[in-house]
């Protein structure tokens, strides 16, 4: 089984694919026109085109023809590309989530246990899981794990093996982490008795 892939799907599951609908230029105009405050004769005025025209733009009720066009930006000052440029989304800001020992969502394979954190945060650029590692040998895997993006382990008990396919195994114990590409193949094994864990922070792409 591919551990990130079934985890990078867990975490962009929370919605539809976002699809951009064609621009209404006409709304557009009004929006630009009423962000300034303007009534229609002020901005017509502005414009330098009737107010009965702007009227049948911003309704849908004409195409206007370049010369117009011109005008329109001139008149909001913006430039012609603006006008059929989508305002930028609004960004939102201050977002947090809270998970609580054991709160976060398991999610269990053969190698390893996970527990999916930060899960009420839907569009994440970042995907953070705590791991309990089950594998004692890379026998165990079914290949390698290669995923797009990097990522960012911790070891947070125990002694693991960290294998990647350009490099020799490596060691770690508690407090250690790695940076790594994650396009290259790459496993993590138990070399303690116990059970070690782990917090794995992975880049979604």
Partial sequence: MNRNASLIEIARAGGE????PPLDLGARVRDLR??????????ARQAGLARSTLSKIENGQMSPTYEALKKLATGLEISVPQLFTPPAAEKINGRMAVTRTGEGTAKATTTYEHELLAETLRKKQMLPY???IRARSMEEFDG????????FLYVLT???TLYTEFYEPVEMR???SAYYDATMGHNVVSASAEDATILWVTALS
């Avoid at 694919?17 to 951009?20: A, D, F, Q, R």
């Avoid at 390698?144 to 990522?151: P, S």
């Fill in 17 to 20: 694919p976002e699809i951009t």
């Fill in 34 to 43: 009423k962000a300034r405050g303007w009534t229609l004769e002020q901005a």
């Fill in 130 to 132: 705590r791991a309990r």
């Fill in 144 to 151: 390698w794990v290669r995923h797009d993006g990097e990522e």
């Fill in 158 to 160: 125990g002694v693991i």
């Fill in 174 to 176: 508690r407090g250690d």
